[in-house]
């Protein structure tokens, strides 16, 4: 596609149930990138795939977050039983990935709101 | 691990006024910086970056910044802003052989007539 695109745009959801976000990367790109933005805490990394595998997810906040990549393209992140304090606007970015100098262009985000 | 401090977390000034955005990072490896813009319910793209070669890089639309190895800093300049300047905007760092973009915490700028 044109860009990278996420689905839904705004996801609102009862404390304590399961949500999936959605991330179509760029095509071709093969690195995919997870982020968080939280109001006062910047862009706080989650995980990022190259290709299928994930070298680093440190950045996930606890064992309720889990993501995957399939064919090399389309990742859901997965938050089971979601909790007030996982309401924020969630990133996606992909880039080429086999430089380190290549830019990651980002989606623009689903807002989680969880009541 | 590296990371990207952004010690402003608000900027306000007038237009045509210079600006400058602060961002110091931590790493004992040899890096890749980035500039990230944010405007008003957009998604983010990047503004520039440093990769090497020469240590001040320049946007399209008049920003430079300079990367000071001694310093671990690459300050984000514009001498003169427009009111649609106004964004946020992040710093972030590649640490070489590593894919992972760590960013800053943003800095808010706002252009006032």
């Known amino acids: 596609g044109a860009g990278v695109s996420q689905s839904p745009s705004n996801k609102v959801t009862e404390k304590g149930k399961d949500v999936e976000l959605r991330c179509d990367p760029i095509?071709?790109?093969?690195?995919l990138y997870w982020y968080r933005q939280s109001l006062g805490q910047g862009l706080e990394f989650l995980i990022y795939?190259?290709?299928?595998?994930?070298?680093?997810k440190s950045g996930l906040p606890s064992d309720r977050f889990s993501a995957e990549r399939t064919g090399g393209s389309v990742s859901t992140l997965t938050i089971q039983r979601t909790q007030q304090e996982d309401s924020a606007v969630y990133l996606c970015?992909?880039?080429?990935?086999?430089?380190?100098?290549?830019?990651?262009?980002f989606g623009q985000g689903t807002r989680l709101t969880v009541v | 691990a590296q990371s990207v401090t952004q010690l402003d977390s608000q900027v306000p000034v007038f237009e045509e006024a210079p600006v400058e955005l602060r961002c110091n990072y931590s790493?004992?490896?040899?890096?890749?910086l980035f500039w990230y813009v944010q405007y008003p319910n957009q998604g983010l793209q990047l503004l520039l970056k440093?990769?090497?070669?020469?240590?001040l890089v320049e946007s399209i639309n008049g920003f430079e910044a300079e990367f000071n190895k001694s310093q671990t800093s690459f300050h984000l300049r514009k001498p003169s802003v427009h009111i649609s300047d106004t964004a946020e905007y992040f710093c972030?760092?590649?640490?070489?052989?590593?894919?992972?973009?760590?960013f800053g915490k943003g800095t808010k700028l706002t252009v006032n007539p």
């Open positions: 095509s071709g790109h093969t690195a």
């Open positions: 790493s004992s490896v040899s890096v890749y």
């Open positions: 970015a992909s880039s080429l990935g086999t430089q380190m100098n290549t830019e990651a262009f």
């Open positions: 972030a760092v590649r640490e070489g052989g590593s894919e992972k973009l760590v």
């Open positions: 440093y990769l090497s070669g020469s240590t």
């Open positions: 795939f190259q290709g299928n595998s994930a070298p680093d």
